[in-house]
């Protein structure tokens, strides 16, 4: 069962995402620069440079069309109240994009008539619009991409190669690579190649042995070097990682209205920051009615769902709140939209999001819809496919009078 989206509410999330995405960037590029923000204190300066994502080696760094999150996922809900909230922004190395693609291509093959007899917007440009702003990215007239994977034990690893695949590029593994004359070269068949863009799968700490985790068997060693001459880009670039921390997640709405100078078109979730001594009162008094997370937590670990959460459970992570709140903030726990699932005993609703793909390059592209994520336990409100998610194909109506 798909999930419809009409055009008049598509329209609002692409215009309002596409806002955020653009603020975001302007965020990244300030803060490993002039820094402005902080100094207007509209966020503590500690909150970005203490942070555990934020990478000195990057500052002073110009990168091309000053984007650092060429391609970025963003989590929204929607509420009993209609409204769209944004529920984080993932701008390292947002993943699932496949199964967006796939989901699509199963539906067509099943339901070919349901193509023909509503005006479904395509999401199949996908691949060809991430190629050519992975090509905006460098300055290069003709550049080689390949996408990097860290290898196929990687739970992603299907999605590497079948965007590699996709989009008619090589891909590549750390031992496919290597330094020469301040260049990044791939080993072919034919002799070396050189290689301009590397659209990686791994984490900053990964990339470069003699710069970041001396252990990383995935990483270039001297890739950090060449990187920050411009002998190669990156995408993502390297310390675009503090820009998704649940920690500075609540100060995107100010980023918005510092950079831009609009006033937000999608809302953020209330969010109490417990680093806060006021905040951390209120959560301690209310965890059985909210959402908390580790701010650098991810895949839906390290979380309790306050209202399906155990005696026992709030109790934990009480003591783990008290033990350390910076690592933590909380969330109202917000009444999902569902929609209707098959599973074991039929078809019933379940709680679902939504995550569109950004992609900034010399200009921003997105295909409509994205990835709906559904949480297959009845009353579940957890939709991570760690978790036991699903998935589900999103068809957004070019026109109203499809729905």
Request: hydrophobic residues 40%; glycine residues 8%.
């Amino acid at each position: 069962m798909p999930r419809i989206i009409p055009a008049g509410e598509w329209q609002r999330i692409d215009r309002g995402i596409r806002q955020r995405v653009k603020a975001l960037n302007a965020f990244l590029y300030d803060i490993y620069h002039e820094q402005n923000i902080l100094r207007a204190g509209l966020i503590p300066a500690e909150q970005v440079l203490a942070n555990e994502q934020y990478q000195p080696c990057m500052q002073g760094i110009n990168l091309p069309n000053n984007t650092y999150a060429h391609i970025t996922g963003v989590d929204m809900v929607r509420n009993n109240d209609g409204q769209y909230y944004v529920l984080e922004d993932n701008l390292r190395t947002p993943s699932g994009v496949s199964y967006m693609l796939e989901n699509r291509k199963m539906m067509m093959r099943l339901y070919p008539e349901m193509f023909e007899q509503h005006h479904i917007a395509p999401v199949e440009r996908y691949p060809s619009y991430l190629l050519q702003t992975l090509r905006e990215s460098s300055l290069v007239d003709d550049p080689c991409v390949v996408v990097m994977t860290p290898g196929r034990f990687n739970s992603a690893y299907f999605e590497h190669s079948f965007l590699a695949q996709q989009m008619g590029v090589e891909l590549v593994e750390s031992a496919d690579l290597f330094i020469k004359n301040g260049a990044v070269y791939m080993r072919t068949t034919e002799g070396p190649r050189r290689v301009d863009v590397i659209y990686r799968r791994i984490d900053d700490t990964w990339l470069d042995p003699l710069a970041f985790r001396a252990d990383s068997m995935l990483g270039v060693p001297g890739l950090l070097s060449v990187y920050r001459a411009g002998g190669v880009v990156l995408a993502n670039a390297i310390g675009t990682g503090v820009a998704d921390d649940k920690s500075i997640y609540p100060y995107v709405p100010e980023m918005i209205r510092f950079y831009l100078g609009e006033q937000p078109i999608l809302s953020n979730i209330p969010t109490w920051q417990c680093r806060k001594a006021e905040d951390l009162r209120y959560v301690l008094s209310n965890l059985e009615l909210m959402v908390v997370k580790e701010v650098h937590g991810a895949g839906g670990y390290g979380m309790l769902v306050g209202p399906r959460s155990t005696k026992e459970e709030r109790e934990a992570f009480r003591q783990r709140l008290l033990a350390n709140p910076a690592n933590y903030i909380a969330q109202d726990t917000l009444a999902l939209s569902t929609c209707p699932t098959f599973v074991d005993e039929g078809l019933s609703p379940r709680h679902i999001d939504l995550r569109p793909y950004v992609l900034s390059g010399q200009e921003m592209r997105l295909v409509p819809g994205g990835l709906t994520r559904v949480a297959l336990t009845e009353g579940a409100l957890v939709v991570n496919s760690s978790q036991g998610g699903g998935t589900k194909d999103t068809w957004v109506m070019e026109d109203d009078a499809s729905c």
